[in-house]
């Protein structure tokens, strides 16, 4: 791939183990020149699997799709990969090279998840690149770093690990502990930087409260899941230093982008990625589609990630305008659901419930039947031993005042509201939380 050369020469003949100089090359290079360079490396992704993989061989071929004639993912016309299609075929008909490392996927709400596979010279490509983003929030060489992030199956742990391979600092892997344990352990350390997820670190952050114990910390960095505003500022008072937010899919080693110290949005990593928006709406908002530009071994084309977001073309004000970013994450194309409320998606009840104590950052909205109206149930988990009779109140007067229309149509009996609390530590299944589902299906599924 174009691209893939053109760094490994800046590395072999410039860069070295020197990400202060990536960092400046970054940040001189025209955006029309990596716009050409991904076009040229789009074009041979598609030559790639039109020739070694037997999904896209047999999806083109069913879809009269001339691999010669594709210049961009336009010309694809509807054509897309989706999660159904991991989860249905082996990984095999998607290889086009020999695999050398394998991750699962924990985000689909499918009992079964998808297998992705790397080679290291991929994985090591994707990992030259973190040093210059972790530079430019702050990391410095002799830092001392820790991931939370687990390992089983899964890439974050594994990705921090190649990161820090390319960084001069010390680094430690302390998995997913609980948070007694690496507060026991993490005293002795007092780590420069701490890569987590945020249900953990909010956690983390509440037992520090209670037990004393911050230290002075540059930041932490956020992935696997979403976090709140509310949540992220909660963690900022605690510990008086940044939490920045990082996104990216097992599918792509999480390399997709990461936030700079304005926190409007995540850089693109566009060496690796080409970002489009599905069907985008009046205000840019879509769903994500990624290319992976330099994967030999398991390319994927035109993947849909389920995720709503928008391309920001506006320059950034950091110290890497020239990068173009998208923005954060909404919500789920698979978390929107018509009902009797409306059409509906996390960031409504992200802003509904943002600021309420007594509760966790967990928490869950179905859409159920009652009779023959839908009834919209909040279930929270509960925090600090609150009552939950106060916080229903709590949360019903803070919905009804930010959202008037809403409440209008309860009162009105569109649709019915009601409250559900449970102990800490119920809700989250599964490494993410599904947090808008339709449970309407298993009344219609009982009565087939």
């Known amino acids: 791939m174009f691209l893939e050369l053109f760094k490994s020469l800046l590395f072999k003949y410039y860069v070295g183990n020197e990400p202060d100089r990536w960092f400046r090359l970054i940040r001189s290079i025209p955006p029309e020149f990596v716009k050409k360079a991904q076009g040229r490396d789009f074009k041979a992704v598609v030559k790639l699997v039109a020739e070694r993989s037997p999904f896209y061989r047999e999806k083109f071929k069913k879809l009269g799709i001339d691999p010669r004639s594709v210049?961009?993912?336009?010309?694809?016309?509807?054509?897309?990969?989706?999660?159904?299609?991991?989860?249905?075929?082996?990984?095999?008909?998607?290889?086009?090279?020999?695999?050398?490392?394998?991750?699962?996927?924990?985000?689909?709400?499918?009992?079964?998840?998808?297998?992705?596979?790397?080679?290291?010279?991929?994985?090591?490509?994707?990992?030259?690149?973190?040093?210059?983003?972790?530079?430019?929030?702050?990391?410095?060489?002799?830092?001392?770093?820790?991931?939370?992030m687990h390992s089983s199956f899964w890439n974050a742990g594994f990705t921090i690990r190649e990161a820090m391979r390319h960084f001069d600092c010390f680094y430690v892997n302390a998995d997913k502990l609980p948070p007694i344990e690496f507060y026991e352990r993490a005293q002795s350390y007092k780590f420069d930087a701490i890569v987590c997820e945020p249900s953990w670190l909010v956690l983390y952050t509440e037992l520090c409260k209670q037990r004393g114990g911050f230290w002075p910390i540059k930041f932490f960095l956020v992935g696997g899941e979403n976090m709140t505003e509310h949540a992220r500022r909660f963690v900022e008072e605690a510990w008086n230093c940044n939490v920045f937010i990082g996104y990216g899919m097992t599918e792509t080693f999480g390399s997709v982008g990461v936030e700079c110290p304005s926190k409007m949005g995540y850089h693109i990593n566009e060496f690796h990625n080409w970002c489009e928006i599905l069907k985008p709406d009046a205000d840019g908002y879509g769903e994500l589609v990624v290319t992976t530009l330099q994967r030999s071994t398991m390319p994927l084309l035109r993947y849909r990630t389920s995720d709503v977001t928008r391309l920001i073309d506006e320059p950034c004000t950091c110290a890497i305008p020239n990068i173009r970013r998208i923005a954060k994450i909404r919500g789920r194309s698979d978390e929107m659901i018509n009902c009797g409320m409306g059409n509906i998606s996390p960031p409504i009840f992200e802003y509904a419930f943002d600021g309420i104590q007594g509760i966790t950052n967990d928490w869950q909205v179905a859409v159920k039947k009652d009779g023959p109206l839908d009834l919209i149930e909040f279930r929270f988990e509960i925090a600090n031993g609150s009552s939950a009779a106060e916080l229903e109140k709590v949360v019903t007067d803070q919905f009804k005042t930010r959202y008037p229309d809403y409440w209008r149509n309860v009162e009105m009996g569109l649709y019915k509201l009601a409250c559900r609390f449970e102990p800490r530590g119920t809700l989250r299944k599964k490494q993410k939380l599904i947090k808008v589902v339709d449970e309407r299906h298993e009344l219609w599924e009982s009565k087939i």
């Open 71 to 148: 210049e961009k993912p336009s010309d694809l016309g509807e054509f897309y990969t989706t999660s159904k299609d991991l989860l249905e075929n082996p990984p095999e008909a998607f290889l086009c090279g020999t695999p050398r490392i394998g991750f699962e996927t924990t985000g689909t709400s499918s009992n079964k998840n998808k297998r992705i596979f790397f080679s290291q010279e991929e994985i090591d490509s994707i990992a030259k690149d973190a040093p210059a983003g972790l530079l430019l929030l702050g990391l410095r060489r002799g830092d001392k770093v820790c991931s939370t």
